[in-house]
Structure formats: structure tokens, C-alpha cells
């Protein structure tokens, strides 16, 4: 995983949670791919809540993959 501070680190998880901010957003700011946000968010949530984000981000509700999408 990539070098960051504690800043980054909880920013990163702050918009990994935004339902309305895409993982391409996280990328271009911080260089973070999809794969990356979710090795850290196993890492640093509680099974439970790690469980939780990834089936929002999987379901409708979450814009995270807005290529995917048809609005």
C-alpha cells in the first residue's frame, strides 16, 4: 500500500464513505485506486462495518461507479 499521512489516510476513508463521491475522485487526488480504497478500508474498519460499506457502495444508492450507471 501506498505511503501517506494520517490526514490522507482519514480523508481517503471520509470520501470512500461519501456515497455521491466517485473512486475517481479519490484517484485523481490521491493517486488511490479502487483496489487500494478497499485494502484500506479491510484494514481499518471493523468487519462489520467494512460489510456494511461494501454492499452500499455495491447497491443503487452509491455513485461511486458513475460509468456504470445509466441516470
Known amino acids: 500500500m501506498k505511503d501517506f ?4 489516510k482519514h480523508r481517503i476513508i471520509e470520501m470512500a464513505w461519501e456515497d455521491r463521491t466517485p ?3 479519490i484517484k485523481h487526488q490521491f493517486n488511490f485506486s479502487e483496489a487500494d480504497v478497499i ?5 481499518e474498519l471493523k468487519k462489520s ?7 452500499r457502495v455495491k447497491s443503487s444508492i452509491s455513485r461511486k461507479h458513475p460509468k456504470k450507471k445509466k441516470y
Not at 485494502?39 to 484494514?43: D, H, P, S
Open 49 to 55: 462495518s467494512f460489510t456494511m460499506w461494501r454492499k
Open 5 to 8: 499521512n494520517e490526514l490522507d
Open 39 to 43: 485494502a484500506l478500508m479491510r484494514k
Open 23 to 25: 473512486f475517481e475522485a
